[in-house]
């Protein structure tokens, strides 16, 4: 996912608002700051979104699953923002009355490479909107606004470095063929992967975020790991998939796995 970049000295201002929740029970639920990182030598910003979270609960994965929320980020009132790529470390499995999902417990630093549309300070502005869930669920909101300049190269935070080498192992080579449904498309693909825990799922994604993809059916056959999942635009009828755009994930027992695109076959 994109959005926008920074540099060093950092003035963070955030709130935390909940609908079931008043403000200081909310900041009670989830702590968000944000770590300034370091300056890349390719002038980008490495930075990163810190959740803590209290005991008990728990927020999502970028997909989540149907019983998860999946956070999304708005920081179109920036100064000097090109776009922000996400780099999410790998999540935990979770099963709860037989529905799983995708998420992290305790802690999660989330690193942002942001990049600049030129030198010069970045203003970011906007809003980060998440799910913290216990035994209820509550949609929370945090403000973001943050001012970063790019003297100094900054310290190479352990903590985003750590989060940064957790992140999934990328999968090369993966196929995928797909057939017309009367309301879109079904995508079957087929990934090398030949040791897995036993414990996995996988999940499909497609970049338009109005396209809904059902849960992915996943079935191992030798070293191959077929996945598959319904593809239906707002439309629902068959349409156009860029399939090198897709991002497949096989996740389970603290490893993940992600093919970025996939080809014919």
Known sequence: MKTPVAPLATALCLALSAPAADAQEASDMARIDILPGWQMDNGHRMAAIRIRLAPGWHTYWRSPGESGIPPSFNLAGSD????????????????????????????????????????GDIHLNGTMDLGVCNDICIPMQAQLNATLTPEGKGSMSPQIKAALADRPTPVAN????????????????????????????????????????????MQRQGGTVEVQSDLVPTEAQPFFIDRSALTISVIGGGRAYEAQGCTGG
Request: charged share 20%; glycine share 4%.
């Open 80 to 119: 000097n923002l090109s776009h922000m790529e996400l780099h999410w470390p790998v999540p935990e499995l979770f099963s709860d009355n037989g529905m799983w999902y995708l998420g992290y417990e305790h802690e999660l630093i989330l690193p942002i490479e942001l990049v600049p549309e030129a030198n």
């Open 174 to 217: 993966a196929k995928c063929d797909a057939s017309p449904l009367s309301d879109g498309m079904r995508l079957t693909a087929h990934l090398n992967l030949p040791s897995l825990p036993s414990d996995v799922v996988a999940v499909i994604e497609h970049p338009d975020r109005s396209v809904w993809v059902s849960e992915a059916q």
